[in-house]
């Protein structure tokens, strides 16, 4: 028998944690809006899986993820948040207050939602992809590329993201192979252009990843060279890093009937601000964000959305 769905009204919703969604409950219980935060499916959000972060402001010496999205959750509740274990599972945004369902039982109603659900990164589908997590598999360039200096690393992927991620990536370790499974690469002509012009980076047309090797972390990876084919080949490289950049899938879908999203399915929002286009409501971090993907940014864009949700209930006088 399904659970009886039980109805509660609170003034500041706050659906997925991170950085951003932490951080939008330290500002808004600060403001005394008494804000309700589900965690989401993956409590701390993607930066609890990363072992070591060194480029957020305030850590001199690095801090591990899972424990700085502990200090900020404390942090949050310190001031008061009432930090929930929960999924949001649908939601109806047609008209305030906001209904948001949790794990398919109980009803939130809300004066003024922040959705701070991030984005996951697209995966091969390899089972060595989480047997190495955090032991050489990343889908960062821009936060783990700093523990591969001198070293080989391997980028896949054959778009924009992937090129930045080998450019980037060039600059830190002294080789970077760059596996793109078509005979051509898809990002634009300027970062082809690039990528060809950057001597320690080798571009492996026509390759897909089959596995991953090493004993204590990332070691090598077994390729196949035009899968299918008469010429079919297997190759080994030696590597010491694999960074995933085929993409990332915004966790925006029970939302997306109400607010607009480009064609993957980030939210949009108004430029400068965290405000979708349905007053009240707010987006902030990775789901929102298909370009810098950063910790720093995202605890910022949670501080503006919990500001703005407290000017809004002003405004309205609730």
């Not at 969604?21 to 403001?31: H, M, N, P, W």
């Not at 070591?52 to 900020?72: A, C, Q, R, V, W």
């Not at 030696?238 to 925006?252: E, K």
């Amino acid at each position: 028998m399904m659970s009886e769905i039980t109805n509660e009204k609170v003034r500041c919703l706050i659906i997925g944690s991170g950085p951003a969604g932490y951080t939008a409950a330290i500002y808004a219980s600060r403001a005394n809006l008494s804000p309700v935060l589900y965690e989401g499916m993956q409590p701390g959000g993607q930066l609890t899986t990363t072992t070591d972060i060194e480029n957020f402001p305030g850590y001199p010496e690095g801090i591990g993820g899972y424990e700085m999205m502990e200090d900020l959750k404390k942090q949050a509740m310190r001031f008061g948040a009432d930090i929930r274990i929960g999924v949001a599972t649908a939601a109806d945004l047609s008209a305030a207050p906001y209904r948001i369902t949790i794990d398919g039982e109980k009803v939130m109603e809300t004066d003024t939602l922040i959705i701070s659900t991030g984005a996951t990164a697209k995966y091969l589908g390899l089972a060595d992809e989480q047997k190495y997590a955090g032991m050489g598999v990343s889908a960062c360039a821009t936060c783990d590329g700093f523990f591969y200096r001198k070293k080989t690393v391997a980028v896949v992927g054959g778009g924009d993201t992937a090129c930045e991620e080998a450019l980037y990536l060039s600059s830190l370790a002294s080789l970077v192979y760059l596996i793109a499974r078509k005979p051509y690469l898809r990002a634009s002509k300027v970062m082809q252009e690039r990528v060809m012009k950057t001597p320690n980076i080798k571009v492996m047309f026509e390759h897909n990843t089959l596995g991953l090797f090493g004993e204590n972390g990332v070691e090598g990876a077994h390729l196949v060279y035009r899968m299918g084919e008469e010429d079919e080949q297997q190759v080994d490289i030696a590597i010491d890093g694999f960074f995933l950049a085929i993409g990332h899938t915004p966790n925006s879908g029970i939302f997306s009937e109400w607010v607009k999203t480009d064609e993957v399915g980030y939210i949009l929002t108004i430029p400068g601000t965290p405000r979708t286009n349905v007053p009240g409501v707010f987006a902030a971090g990775d789901v929102a964000d298909p370009h810098y993907r950063q910790a720093i940014t995202a605890a910022g864009t949670g501080c503006m959305a919990a500001i703005e949700a407290e000017r809004y209930l002003l405004e309205k006088g609730l």
